[in-house]
């Protein structure tokens, strides 16, 4: 069964990090691009990072450059968002996403063939 499923939300203060996991089940992730999007109240869905599938090259939204950090672990089918300084405005349910987009759009969610189901990052003191 193909399967994505992100872990490590959590409810975090201002200035703190989090390490965000999306693990694949049924496909090997390596052979994917995959991406972390996420959709705070009331607001559209946002691409947050993206690593590629091609040459491992690694992408990121304005809003998080030079605090996120996206990277695979292979051995364990996984991809992992490394959040650090994390402001109030970075609450949000955060998805995994998992694709093999053609070159020049993987910041494009209709790439993305695989979706996990969410988890919940809180930032508030």
């Known amino acids: 069964q193909v399967q994505l499923v992100e872990s490590g939300g959590d409810l975090v203060s201002p200035g703190g990090s989090l390490t965000l996991s999306c693990t694949a089940s049924g496909f090997t992730l390596q052979y994917y691009a995959v991406g972390w999007f996420r959709r705070a109240p009331g607001k559209e869905r946002e691409g947050v990072s993206y690593?590629?599938?091609?040459?491992?090259?690694?992408y990121y939204g304005d809003s998080v450059k030079e605090r996120f950090t996206i990277f695979r672990d292979n051995a364990k089918n996984r991809v992992y968002l490394q959040m650090n300084s994390l402001k109030p405005e970075d609450t949000a349910v955060y998805y995994c996403?998992?694709?093999?987009?053609?070159?020049?759009?993987?910041?494009?969610?209709?790439?993305?063939?695989?979706w996990g189901q969410g988890t919940q990052v809180t930032v508030s003191s």
């Open positions: 996403a998992a694709g093999q987009p053609i070159v020049g759009t993987i910041r494009t969610e209709t790439g993305y063939r695989y």
């Open positions: 690593i590629s599938n091609r040459d491992n090259g690694k």
